[in-house]
């Protein structure tokens, strides 16, 4: 019998290759499973059914289940960051923080599990919650800096800034759960979400170009 072609790439691949398809895989797996039934029923039988691979394979790399909780919300965050940063151009600073707004409802739309991984992390696995939260502050943070220096932002301090990048985050959470998620699944947000965003961005945080108002 002549193996599919997944299957052949799959043997061609190097002990480290390999052992890195099959984490990720077990992290697919743990995201779709986590994302249906919660962080309390996610058990390694269930993920390791999901991901197709033996539960002795599981613990060769996790050491055990919350080891895997506390690391999901972090990857998959991580994933978010370079989704989004695919998606934003070089415009002005303004324009970039409207376009990384979009692309979250975009990311969200791929992932849709990602709300509920997110919304129960704070109890079932609140080590990889504040590591996503550091992770994405620090990274906002950081986008806020260039911005400040480039002067297109003006009158904030380091200190305001992680305190706004939370108000970002938050805005995210809670508009994702209006708009975005249904017993239907996950929608595109309505184009008044993202003019409203707009406003407040080029009216509030950033020094508009101009034009930056309009679309």
């Known amino acids: 019998m002549t193996q599919g072609p997944a299957t052949a790439k799959i043997t061609k691949l190097n002990r480290v290759e390999r052992n890195a398809w099959t984490k990720q895989k077990i992290f697919d797996a743990a995201t779709k499973v986590v994302g249906k039934h919660g962080y309390a029923e996610a058990s390694v039988a269930r993920i390791t059914e999901q991901a197709g691979v033996a539960q002795g394979t599981f613990y060769n790399h996790f050491e055990n289940r919350q080891e895997l909780l506390d690391q999901l919300l972090p990857k998959i965050g991580l994933d978010m960051v370079q989704f989004i940063r695919a998606r934003t151009g070089n415009a002005h600073a303004a324009r970039q ?78 508009l994702s759960r209006r708009y975005s998620y249904s017993a239907g699944g996950v929608t595109a947000v309505p184009d008044h979400v993202i003019s409203a965003y707009r406003k407040l961005m080029t009216r509030g945080l950033f020094n508009p170009p101009g034009d930056q108002d309009t679309p």
């Open 97 to 174: 923080e409207i376009e990384r707004f979009s692309a979250f409802f975009d990311f969200i739309r791929e992932v849709p599990e990602f709300l509920r991984i997110l919304n129960e992390a704070e109890f079932f696995a609140p080590i990889g919650y504040q590591k996503h939260l550091d992770n994405i502050s620090v990274a906002y943070v950081r986008i806020l800096r260039r911005a400040r220096l480039a002067g297109a932002i003006e009158d904030f301090s380091d200190e305001e800034f992680e305190a706004i990048v939370h108000m970002l985050m938050g805005a995210r959470g809670y």
